[in-house]
């Protein structure tokens, strides 16, 4: 397993990492996210052992990777986002290499061939770094972390230049390997994070915004008296009439979904259900509901609420600039 304590993370007066604590079980994986500048890659670089703190620690299967630095890498296994590779070696030539400099101790050649079948390397193992694709570049990247069987795998972005069917065979390949090992997964593309982690790690700033269940983080941040609508007919006139409505507190019209429908998110006041009222003000002015349903966070929504304090990104602000220059108003 992962334990971080307390750790902290300065460059002068900066602090990049502040004071975070949490921790990785085994047979999970854990996703952690947060934006650019957030102190993610400076947790995971102080994890693996290319930084070390300025405060706390971090152990690696009960191991301080500060003070016995040698025997917690061994049990590491780490995909940065740009792969380690040697573009002048060989597939073959490189994982040799790589299987030499960790000490393995495993059957060498059942080993590699098991790794390049587990990540589909096989066909190009004689071929030339250099000469392979993005995708396969990082398939072999992906090969070079696992040799040796390590405990915890740290990846960083896994799927970046793959193709489809790639990502989700390195998708079920990271759930498959999450059942046996400790894994934590850095990722931008948020579906992914929620189709594999277990449990997700949200950091922003320097600290821990959110550290839960996949399940249940979107429940926790979510709540029963927001809806999205979608209806037919003028946005502007629908926007009036819900409104009207004495409990909304407010209404946001976040997209156009088809000729003649946009998508509204509402908001009213808290403990009121305003679903009636929606369909009874709509109805009688004949403008069609399309779909309306409780306004569960999706993981993308979650991520933009806990780091920027916006389900919309700043989408609303952008709109409501947009609305004012279409009027001949100012920026």
Do not use: W
Not at 65 to 93: H, R, S, W
Not at 227 to 251: F, N
């Amino acid at each position: 397993m992962i334990e971080v304590k307390n750790l902290t993370k300065s460059y002068g007066s900066k602090k990049a990492v502040n004071d975070i604590s949490f921790t990785a079980e085994g047979g999970q994986v854990l996703g952690f996210l947060g934006p650019n500048g957030a102190g993610k890659s400076t947790t995971m670089n102080i994890l693996t052992g290319y930084l070390s703190s300025t405060e706390g620690q971090a152990f690696i299967d009960g191991i301080d990777i500060l003070e016995d630095p040698i025997k917690a890498k061994k049990l590491i296994g780490y995909l940065p986002e740009q792969p380690p590779l040697y573009f002048d070696m060989t597939v073959n030539e490189y994982l040799d290499f790589v299987y030499g400099l960790k000490g393995c101790k495993l059957p060498r050649k059942s080993h590699l061939d098991e790794i390049c079948e587990i990540v589909k390397i096989t066909d190009v193992r004689k071929r030339l770094i250099k000469n392979l694709s993005k995708g396969y570049k990082q398939r072999v990247g992906f090969a070079q972390a696992l040799v040796g069987n390590p405990r915890v795998l740290i990846l960083d972005e896994p799927t970046v230049g793959l193709d489809p069917k790639q990502i989700i065979e390195i998708r079920t390949l990271i759930k498959r390997l999450g059942k046996n090992h400790t894994v934590i997964l850095s990722s931008h593309i948020l579906p992914e994070v929620q189709a594999v982690c277990d449990r997700i790690v949200v950091i922003n700033k320097g600290r821990i915004v959110a550290n839960d269940n996949t399940d249940t983080l979107a429940k926790n941040l979510s709540s029963d008296h927001k809806l999205v609508l979608h209806a037919e007919g003028s946005s502007d006139e629908i926007k009036k009439i819900l409104d009207s409505i004495p409990a909304m507190e407010r209404v946001f019209v976040a997209r156009q979904v088809e000729e003649k429908v946009h998508e509204y998110h509402l908001e009213a006041k808290e403990g009121v259900d305003i679903r009636r009222e929606v369909f009874k003000k709509l109805a009688a002015r004949n403008y069609p509901i399309l779909m309306m349903r409780s306004n569960e966070l999706t993981l993308e929504e979650v991520f933009l609420k806990l780091t920027t304090g916006d389900v919309y990104g700043g989408a609303e602000k952008i709109e409501q600039k947009f609305d004012r220059i279409s009027k001949g108003g100012n920026i």
